[in-house]
């Protein structure tokens, strides 16, 4: 530069003095890259439910159509191969499962591996997704109208505009979630669904509460009985003060 425009060389140098660049070698701030990881969607690398006989005929049996769920021979192994979960210890006891994607917003977030022989763990979930919601069935719902919102997959499939909560942690807000109508299972002597009714009571939230005429413990068995649970639960909706006189007397049954 001083050899080509010596007029400019000097400004170059003034301009360096004056920030405090007074040596031949002075530090150039080393430029920063913002490199995002890129994210690959997740597929389900499985045959559909209807595919195979054992899980087809467990679906078919509960009149739930085997084309919406997967089929996995080896549910821990196969699991490992999207995010390691099982060790040695537990591929010891290595099972099919009927496995039930849970998506958010058109993105696969986890699953849900259901036994189909007797297992005192019916339900595995797995998540792809730390920070995603664990619902089953929101991307097919209108979030401003009533969200019915039940407690396991199968029984949504049940009741339209529905959802399923696969953690106790889920937060209906962040989900946009403003008319939500709480379905419980219809055991009346359980302690636990009793707690969980009795907050949303408190809370002043919509439940269903079943007539003490149903005998059936679920939404699933009620429909295989011939029940019409879109309209029971329609026509047993209650809140406030309506809903404790409803729970008390649903409880002594």
Known sequence: MKTFDSVLHQEYCLEKYSAGFTGKNFPVETPKFDFKQPKFKVRLNLPKASENELSRQYLEKRKLNPDKFYYAEEFKQWTNTLVHTF????????????????????????????????NP???????????????????????DASVYILEGPFDSTFIKNSVAMCGSDLNLINLNISHPVYVYD????????????????????????????????????????????????????????????????????
Not at 93 to 104: A, F, K, S, T
Not at 124 to 138: F, N, R, S, V, W
């Open 87 to 118: 060790d040695h210890k537990a591929l010891k006891y290595e099972e099919p499962r009927i496995v039930i994607p849970l998506y958010y917003k058109k993105e696969l977030i986890g699953f849900q591996g259901r036994a189909i022989h007797p």
């Open 121 to 143: 763990i019916k339900y595995i979930t797995i998540m792809l997704d730390e920070d995603a919601p664990k619902i089953y069935g929101y991307d097919d719902v209108n979030v």
């Open 186 to 253: 219809n055991e009346p002597r359980n302690k636990e669904i009793h707690a969980r009714m009795i907050s949303r009571i408190g809370a002043g939230d919509k439940l269903i509460i079943w007539p003490t005429t149903i005998n059936e413990k679920d939404v699933n068995e009620m429909y295989l009985s011939g029940h019409d649970v879109q309209s029971l639960v329609e026509s047993n909706t209650y809140s406030g003060l309506e809903a404790k006189l409803k729970f008390n007397e649903w409880k002594k049954v």
